[in-house]
């Protein structure tokens, strides 16, 4: 447990490095990008100075990665906010939208799996089984398009198409626009979690414990709930983090196609722009939800798993 | 196996053609059937499609979202440009650079992979924490990043992409690699003191062309997805290119007008991603073999389960 945080932390610390080596150090540097086509020696060399690309990368990255702790990491270069007040609001609309979208996206995802895994073979296996594998392979760009084709411009105008929110409200005050958003997502990631929910029971279903259970006579809702259950719910734990990982790069296509005020959208607006101080936060923030999210699963799966497994 | 330089050349020929049974067999059971006359299809649209047409992706002929009519037949987009010479003209390049990016991705990746588990010790500890690191950043966003940096290159998204499936394929090779690193044949050889890199080439690689093939075919599906996504997000081709993914976002504020010019693209890039992952499926069923079939579990979900273990 402990092991895992400090290799977490320092991944997180590689990871960060990373960031900043790529977006900072690199030829093509912050000043050059700010200036663009402006770029005379001796504004170059002004906002060099300001913006502390005269000292050694070392010091720039300490400079850096101590402005990240405190919350202190410069302004935006498109618009001179200050970086954190223009990424928080985002942040919080974007954790909303991964939230609810992975909180149905399971429990639709986990039913189905284990019906489809009792009536393994049968009409209903089958349907469920082609169709998610269909919808695994389809981009949430079509997804979404799709949606926006069915519900919210050419068969029917019933939801908005796009969840532009009025400066300073949430996204859970008018629900009305998370739900195209929420749908797309829920639609992309439903399938994993069905397809492995209905895998991990199907091995716990045949398995000896739940064989002997039957043999025992006990009733089937007994069996099922008490025995094959608990034995399929670590991989489908584990699943279910991924999927929540995989939301974190799928929330970029989706608010984007929405326009829904998030930290997905802020970093493709900051790329056409070469905002870098936006894009390097949001890379940050990102991947430090990846490191974390591994943290808890692992944790949660191994607390999940019947026997117990002690950490290797 | 691998005593003898004839013996070596005769095993990689046997494995050759295995490799290329299990394709075949799967191309012939139901499922690969289908998806792989998807693929054609969207293939074939792609790369036909530029000798196809004799007006100009990027000439104006009609009003801005026009609808079908005889001079276009799938209508005008944003600019008055005609759809069907757009889609025609748009589909190849999404094509070769998704085929690059997988090589590049599963080559890195393999090697990777093999190497972690063959050579064990440090070399494993420093592999699998460059692909701790490289995993914590969502495939897109890395190669977000990359442009935001250089612009957007053509090259740069083929190698950021490839670069983003690295860390998954290595991951699965590792996990193979341990199992068959274990054997006699390759216990046999290293007793007479062959170099690991020769061991890794001639013994462990054509072992590993099941999970190799698979690998393929997933990480094939994700590049179109990311790499037309970027495109999507405007990070491609620059306009005025035709492109299916850079279509759909431009013509998308048309949708009421012509839907056509959203819903051709969009409906290519479905077709082609759902067909490379439906062969992907035979092929992980057709590898797993028919005991594992008959258990009903889906191949590709039992790939995934198992490398979780």
Known sequence: MVNRVAAGVITLLIVSAVVFAATQVLPGNAAYAILGHNATPLRLHALELQLHLDRSAPEQYARWLGGLLTGNIGNSFSNGQPVWALVAPRLVNSAALVLVSAVIGSVIGVALGVVAALRKDRAFDHAVSVISLVVTALPEFVVGIALVIVFATVASQVLPAVSVLPPGTWAWQQPELLVLPVATLVIVIVPYIFRMMRAAMIEALESDYVEMARLKGLPVWRVLLVHALPNAIPPTVQVIGLNLLYLAGGIVVVEYLFDFPGIGQALVNAVSNRDIPVIQLIVVLLAAFYVFMNIVTDVVALLATPRRRIAR | MGQRPSEQSTGAHIRRREWLSVLWRAARTRRGTVGLALVAFVVAVAVAGPFL??????????????????????????????????????GWLLLLMAAAATFFGVVVGGAAGISAAYLRGRADTLIM???????????????????????????????AVGLSHAPQVARVLRA?????????????????????????????????ITPLTVETGLRLTYSIIIIAGLSFLGFGQPPPSPNWGLMINENRIGLQLNPWAVVVPATLIAVLTVGTNTFSDAVARVALGVERRAEGIMALDAFALEALR
């Open chain 2, 53 to 90: 047409t004799r007006v100009s992706p990027t000439d104006f002929v009609v009003a801005p979202f026009s609808g079908p009519g005889p001079e276009a037949p799938l209508g005008g987009d944003a600019l008055g440009r005609d759809v069907l010479a757009r889609v025609l003209a748009g």
């Open chain 2, 129 to 159: 924490r460059s692909v701790d690191v490289l995993l914590a950043f969502p495939s897109l966003v890395f190669a977000l990043m990359l442009v935001s940096i250089l612009g957007p290159k053509l090259w740069l998204i083929v190698l």
């Open chain 2, 176 to 208: 193979s690699t341990l199992d068959i690193s274990e054997r006699d044949f390759v216990k046999a050889v290293e007793l007479q003191g062959v170099k690991p890199r020769l061991i890794m080439a001639r013994e462990i690689l054509p072992n590993l």
